[in-house]
């Protein structure tokens, strides 16, 4: 039986594709303050202003592509049974040939019903408004804002708590509830944390054994990836 390696992914994985993060700009994303386009306030405020925000992030994505430590993480599936739990809204992941994905804070290929949640169709164009879900209600990106559930939360605690190693990119590990996950490994799991700028929140302070690597993502993830491969 193979063993189950549950990685969490955050913007320092994607940052090496070409994509921005606002927690590296004072809380700027692309120019706009995070509380105009990434809350539901902002979209109440200002919808027009949020869906060419997310139109214009989604005509981004198409003009990227996966990079090292991406295709490092798929080598992986050969030998392990892989889960990627991201807060990237990027499918980047995907691209690459991950095949379990969880997207904690939504996608941007994807966009819901702003009256019924579990209306989520698939989207590659510019969403607009009076583009409307099967029920006769405005669509909206699929993205949790600041202010909102993680309805995947649930689904993410029940896959680490599985986990037999715990690998963690690009993440300064302090946006919770995505932050607290690593909390719920099984004791003594080992956990490697890959990132130049790495911060111990609570959870991996009080952990038994964690190895941080401080290295981009694209480095470091294709050095441990290669040393896992050779144990296995």
Request: charged fraction near 25%.
């Amino acid at each position: 039986m193979k063993k189950h390696i549950v990685v969490l992914t955050g913007a320092g994985v994607s940052q090496e594709s070409g994509i921005k993060t606002f927690r590296d700009s004072d809380g700027l994303w692309e120019g706009h303050d995070v509380q105009e386009v990434a809350t539901p306030e902002g979209f109440a405020r200002n919808p027009e202003l949020v869906q060419e925000f997310y139109n214009q992030r989604r005509a981004q994505l198409k003009e990227v592509k996966p990079n090292e430590a991406h295709f490092a993480l798929v080598a992986l599936q050969d030998k392990y049974e892989v889960s990627i739990i991201t807060q990237n809204v990027d499918d980047l992941h995907e691209r690459a040939g991950s095949t379990e994905v969880v997207h904690l804070h939504g996608q941007l290929n994807k966009v819901r019903s702003t009256q019924y949640e579990d209306l989520v169709y698939d989207w590659d164009k510019d969403l607009k408004m009076g583009d409307k879900c099967a029920k006769g209600y405005q669509l909206r990106p699929h993205i949790v804002w600041f202010g909102e559930a993680v309805p995947m939360l649930d689904t993410a605690v029940d896959i680490i708590t599985q986990a037999n190693i715990v690998i963690i990119i690009g993440t300064s590990m302090q946006v919770y509830p995505a932050a607290s996950l690593v909390g719920f490994a099984p004791a003594a799991t080992p956990i490697y944390y890959i990132d130049p700028n790495p911060t111990l929140n609570y959870e991996l302070k009080i952990a038994s054994h964690v190895e941080v690597i401080k290295e981009k993502a694209g480095k470091g993830v294709s050095t441990l990836v290669g040393n896992l491969l050779k144990k296995s």
